[in-house]
């Protein structure tokens, strides 16, 4: 899967992009969140309040409960503030 | 039509382009937003704006389909721009055109509402001293909700 962070989850992970292998059938992005805090570092800061980070699957808006599949585009970043 | 730019726009050249050589257009609304400084006293030097650009193409051309579905509309247009932008400048407009008033009324308000609080967009505030993200609004989750668009 190919991960992307926006604004200052970039800032605070300190990259825009990366290449995570789905581990297992029936991965979430929850799981996938929880796997990534294990990091430490800035993505345990990051991801500290999962509250105020939206994620995008393919470009489409989900819920953290989207499961996921090999060679997803997979984007987290905070509530959009456009307009 | 969806158009993602640094660069600025000209509304009068704009509106011009799109109601010429159309004869069933009997009325065009637009919404222009400006970057407005609302740090308080801090000394806003200028705003970043950073965006997805996949997704944000994506959502815009759905989001004018929708549009385009719910009311009966000529023509669509939606600019919204990206990078530095100063005090004043103009960031973002959406115009729509149709034969009566109610649908472009009503169609640019709804695409403006969706825009805030779907399209992936995030302004960063530079100040003298220090940088911030702009958080986001609840009341713009409020005004997307009367269209029942959120999930």
């Not at chain 2, 159309?22 to 609304?29: D, F, M, P, V």
């Amino acid at each position: 899967m190919n991960v992307i962070y926006f604004a200052w989850l970039k800032e605070k992970i300190g990259i825009a992009t990366e290449q995570v292998l789905l581990p297992h059938e029936a991965y979430n992005v929850a799981d996938l969140v929880s796997d990534l805090k294990t990091r430490g570092g800035g993505y345990e800061d990051a991801f500290e309040n999962i509250a105020i980070v939206r994620v995008a699957v393919n470009q489409d808006h989900v819920n953290f409960d989207h499961v996921l599949k090999d060679g997803d585009e997979v984007a987290f970043f905070p509530p959009v503030t456009g307009g | 039509m969806i158009r993602i730019q640094t660069h600025d726009f000209d509304v009068g050249l704009e509106t011009q382009r799109m109601t010429e050589a159309q004869t069933a257009i009997g009325g065009l609304c637009t919404f222009l937003g400006l970057v407005r400084d609302f740090t308080g006293d801090k000394n806003l030097e200028r705003l970043t704006l950073e965006h997805y650009p996949e997704m944000t193409e994506k959502q815009l051309e759905n989001i004018e389909q929708e549009a385009r579905r719910r009311w009966d509309l000529e023509e669509v247009l939606i600019i919204h721009r990206f990078g530095d932008l100063a005090v004043g400048d103009k960031i973002v407009f959406v115009a729509t055109a149709a034969a009566h008033r109610k649908d472009a009324f009503e169609s640019c308000q709804f695409l403006m509402d969706w825009l805030k609080t779907k399209a992936p967009f995030w302004k960063k505030e530079i100040c003298e001293n220090e940088e911030h993200w702009v958080e986001a609004k609840a009341q713009d989750d409020d005004q997307a909700h009367r269209w029942d668009i959120l999930k």
